[in-house]
């Protein structure tokens, strides 16, 4: 029997618009991933809109929230690393090859995950039953996904993502270039987040997974590898 496999998507955005500040993906939020998915014998490609290199968010390296998860260990990793130097561009990507696509976050993705190809691909996963899923900022790219049906991806769909009093506590609030709390909402998401924020939550509907927070990551893992094999 083949392996399982899923597709992740990361970011290629190394800085703001706005501001002179870094930012690229959320590390944690590829690692505590690949890490779950990987231990369950999932098979893992990384892909981006561009294809190619992908930076890091230095934040991610400095504020961990899951550090005992292993992040530090991944990126000590040449082999691991590597995996970002060169990665497959999304609209190459058949998503027939996959079981399920995943998101990462990082405010990297705000400027380039609201994406045609990447909403085509993200669309072909689910009319054709595979799981699609996103952590933090990642549901950035569900915003333009529209289904088979000519309806959106989020219309009436239970779904998370990274709040606004996260964005403004992590003083970015004034150089995101919108609030991917409102634009969910917008597609006719129906929005909850944690009592607290940048605690873990999960909103699975159906074959639908969100993520709220980068804390939210490995929890994501789990809801995803359970439903790829309860498929």
Same mark, same amino acid.
């Given at each position: ?44 490609? %990384?892909?981006?809109?561009? +294809?190619?290199? $992908?930076?890091? #968010?230095?934040?991610?390296? *400095?504020?961990?929230? /899951? ?33 399920? %696509?995943?998101?990462?976050? +990082?405010?990297? $993705?705000?400027? #380039?995950?609201?994406?045609? *190809?990447?909403?085509? /691909? ?38 998370? +993502? ?70």
């Amino acid at each position: 029997m083949a392996a399982q496999k899923i597709l992740i998507i990361v970011t290629n955005v190394r800085e703001y618009e706005k501001a002179g500040m870094r930012t690229g993906l959320w590390l944690g939020e590829l690692t505590h991933f690949y890490d779950y998915a990987e231990e369950h014998g999932f098979e893992l490609d %990384i892909a981006s809109p561009a +294809g190619g290199y $992908v930076p890091i #968010d230095p934040e991610s390296l *400095a504020h961990d929230v /899951l550090g005992e998860l292993g992040t530090d260990r991944r990126y000590r990793d040449r082999d691991f690393m590597d995996l970002l130097k060169d990665t497959k561009k999304a609209s190459d990507v058949k998503a027939e090859d996959y079981d399920a %696509i995943y998101f990462t976050g +990082g405010h990297g $993705v705000m400027f #380039d995950f609201r994406d045609q *190809a990447l909403a085509g /691909l993200t669309a072909r996963f689910h009319d054709s039953g595979r799981i699609v899923s996103a952590v933090c900022h990642g549901p950035a790219g569900l915003l333009e996904v529209t289904l088979e049906n000519g309806d959106p991806l989020l219309k009436g769909k239970n779904v998370t +993502g990274f709040s606004w009093p996260e964005e403004e506590a992590a003083q970015r609030a004034d150089v995101v270039p919108f609030s991917l709390q409102d634009e969910l909402k917008s597609r006719g998401g129906n929005y909850t987040v944690a009592d607290q924020p940048f605690d873990p939550y999960v909103v699975t509907d159906g074959r639908l997974i969100t993520g709220q927070n980068p804390a939210s990551a490995r929890a994501v893992a789990e809801a995803v590898v359970a439903a790829v094999k309860n498929r």
